[in-house]
């Protein structure tokens, strides 16, 4: 595809993370060709029915450069989310960057809730149980594995 805009301008290093249940953190370089005054933004769009949003809290460089946004409450759609990052400068027209991402598959869950092992009688066997750990999936439960790492004392 032809992209309007001084080749090299646009972001490089696109990058977001889920933690905390409902927190996102998106992050950036500027293009390696990109002017010294050019200033990035950053929209997204959670889902088709939702609006297009403009980041409200950027990570800023030394330089007072976006490079890089905080976003609070966050739910997890079933769709992929769509990512714009654009450009301005005095001085040259700057590429676009945009991006489909799957949110569930950038989250990074927290632990299983209320861990308990159980040990029988005779303690030569234990039960472990636990819950499904908390998430902003909207659909939760039925897609977790789980695996378990015993280590004897």
């Given at each position: 595809?032809?992209?309007?805009?001084?080749?090299?301008?646009?972001?490089?290093?696109?990058?977001?993370?889920?933690y905390?249940?409902?927190?996102?953190?998106?992050?950036?370089?500027?293009?390696?060709?990109?002017?010294?005054?050019?200033?990035?933004?950053?929209?997204?769009?959670?889902?088709?029915?939702?609006?297009?949003?403009?980041c409200?809290?950027?990570?800023?460089?030394?330089?007072?450069?976006?490079?890089g946004?905080?976003?609070?409450?966050?739910?997890?759609?079933?769709?992929?989310?769509?990512?714009?990052?654009?450009g301005?400068?005095?001085?040259?027209?700057?590429q676009?960057?945009?991006?489909?991402i799957?949110?569930?598959?950038?989250?990074?869950l927290?632990?299983?809730?209320?861990v308990?092992?159980?040990?029988?009688?005779?303690?030569?066997?234990?039960?472990?149980?636990?819950?499904?750990?908390?998430?902003?999936?909207?659909?939760?439960?039925?897609?977790?594995?789980?695996?378990?790492?015993?280590?004897?004392?």
């Open positions: 595809p032809v992209f309007a805009g001084m080749k090299g301008s646009a972001i490089e290093n696109f990058s977001c993370v889920i905390n249940i409902s927190l996102m953190n998106c992050t950036w370089q500027a293009g390696r060709d990109a002017p010294g005054d050019t200033h990035y933004f950053l929209y997204w769009q959670n889902s088709i029915y939702d609006d297009a949003m403009e409200e809290l950027y990570i800023k460089d030394e330089n007072g450069r976006n490079t946004c905080r976003f609070q409450n966050v739910k997890i759609a079933t769709e992929k989310a769509y990512f714009l990052v654009n301005s400068s005095k001085d040259a027209l700057i676009f960057y945009d991006e489909y799957q949110l569930y598959k950038i989250e990074i927290t632990p299983p809730l209320n308990a092992v159980n040990y029988t009688r005779d303690s030569s066997s234990c039960v472990i149980t636990w819950q499904t750990p908390l998430t902003s999936h909207l659909r939760k439960g039925d897609c977790f594995e789980y695996e378990i790492s015993i280590r004897n004392k």
